[in-house]
């Protein structure tokens, strides 16, 4: 299980759109929240190491029918002899603290929904590290995620299933295949 260590404020400034120093009042926010939000949610990863096979259909995983598709995935593993799919949430804590928040305090709704992002982000750094060690980074390709460039969001179901995430960390997508909880990654990382 991860522990979230202190999230950080520079970066969840940058998902509300602040490029520079926050104001006053924001930075505030920032320090208010970032305890509570490190103490509500409650993270945790999934992952499973597959042989992949290329073909002009696509890229396949092993133990999944359903081939990766479009020329960034190809472009991505290409070179790579297995990928690790991973998929992690920080719980759908999350999405009850920025719900409630919401209600009374859109400003503290917005920090909150930031700090969430910004942990997910600490959450899968600190699985690469648990499931990589002391790998080289050079060896293995950074994450991506159905939905970036031309990989299909559609494949978020397929892999959700392939690591059986609803049943062993509670992540689910939706018809439109948003995942819920909603601070939550689904990644493909390429391992040469």
């Given at each position: 299980m991860i522990q979230l260590g202190e999230i950080s404020k520079a970066e969840a400034a940058r998902y509300i759109g602040i490029r520079t120093v926050p104001?006053?009042?924001?930075?505030?926010?920032?320090?208010?929240?970032?305890?509570?939000?490190?103490?509500r949610l409650m993270p945790a990863y999934v992952w499973r190491e597959s042989q992949l096979a290329f073909s002009t259909e696509g890229v396949y995983l092993s133990g999944l029918s359903v081939p990766l598709t479009g020329n960034s995935i190809q472009k991505l593993l290409n070179g790579c002899v297995r990928a690790v799919v991973l998929a992690a949430t920080v719980s759908a804590e999350a999405d009850r603290l920025i719900r409630q928040l919401s209600v009374s305090d859109m400003a503290a709704a917005v920090v909150v929904d930031a700090l969430c992002s910004a942990a997910?982000?600490?959450?899968?750094?600190?699985?690469?590290?648990?499931?990589?060690?002391?790998?080289p980074k050079e060896q293995r390709t950074y994450r991506f995620s159905p939905g970036y460039g031309d990989l299909p969001i559609e494949l978020q179901a397929n892999l959700l299933n392939y690591l059986n995430a609803q049943r062993r960390i509670g992540l689910s997508c939706t018809d439109s295949y948003l995942l819920t909880p909603t601070k939550s990654v689904t990644a493909i990382i390429g391992v040469k």
């Open positions: 104001d006053e009042k924001t930075a505030e926010l920032l320090d208010r929240y970032e305890e509570i939000v490190r103490s997910i982000e600490q959450v899968c750094d600190k699985a690469e590290i648990e499931i990589f060690g002391d790998m």
